[in-house]
């Protein structure tokens, strides 16, 4: 009898269309959709600006769907850029209608950050996760400086060193979060 398959979220906290973060989460679910049911959060965009009063009484429609597609799954993968050294705006949004709630608590998480550096980005989301009472580990926490030069824009990865490591991403993710 088949177990029916675990679910992830995955993030794109890009603000562009077309990112390096984009193209990675399109190779993530190539390699992932055997082991999960996937589902792609929306457009970060969607999701009103944070507002401290709804937070915890009346949030918006848009908000109460987000959080329930955190709550739902099985697993997250946050896959972003750096925006002046710190993640962006409309990651940091979504993350803040989390806060005054549990939908983070023991939630196993991925952070990729793909950017020009990423370092301060890298540190500052999982922070953020942390305080939020998230999962994440070291084998499921990745930081790809440098990424345009190692992608085409087609989303292969040209870097040899790159590929090797999000193939061990996604073996570490997939352990993660089915153990």
């Known amino acids: 009898m088949n177990m029916p398959k675990k679910n992830i979220l995955i993030i794109n906290g890009s603000a562009s269309a077309a990112s390096s973060n984009g193209r990675l989460i399109g190779r993530l679910v190539k390699a992932m ?34 959080r329930a597609s955190v709550e739902t799954a099985d697993g997250v993968i946050i896959c972003t850029p750096e925006y002046i050294f710190s993640i962006p705006s409309g990651l940091k949004n979504v993350l803040e209608w989390c806060v005054a709630t549990t939908v983070f608590s023991d939630k196993k998480v991925g952070i990729i950050t793909a950017s020009a550096s990423g370092e301060k980005g890298h540190e500052e989301l999982q922070m953020i996760l942390r305080t939020m009472m998230a999962k994440i580990n070291e084998g499921t926490t990745w930081l790809i ?15 040899e060193m790159t590929r090797q490591a999000f193939d061990q991403f996604a073996d570490a993710f997939r352990t993660f979060v089915l153990e």
Not at 33 to 61: C, M, Q, V
């Open 33 to 66: 959709e055997r082991d999960f049911g996937i589902t792609l959060a929306p457009d970060l965009k969607t999701i009103p600006h944070f507002d401290p009063e709804l937070s915890t009484g009346d949030a918006p429609p848009e908000v109460l769907a987000w």
């Open 145 to 159: 400086p440098g990424i345009k030069g190692k992608m085409d824009g087609k989303g292969e990865i040209t870097d």
